[in-house]
């Protein structure tokens, strides 16, 4: 029980997480659309309509 996270605790991680988050949410978009082509080709196997939603995902942020 000792192990337990306190309620202000918890406030202070997910505050600390989503300031993070907001800091550089669009660069992640372009990570993101890189890993999936990029790991699309070395498994030779690409899915284009996955493709499409990821591409139009990262033009839109």
Known sequence: MADLIK???IEKYVGDFLTKIE???RYRSFDFCYSHFYFSQLKN???IEA???VLWSYLAS
């Open 7 to 9: 309620t202000n605790e």
């Open 23 to 25: 800091k550089h949410h």
């Open 45 to 47: 196997k690409i899915d």
């Open 51 to 53: 493709s499409c939603y």
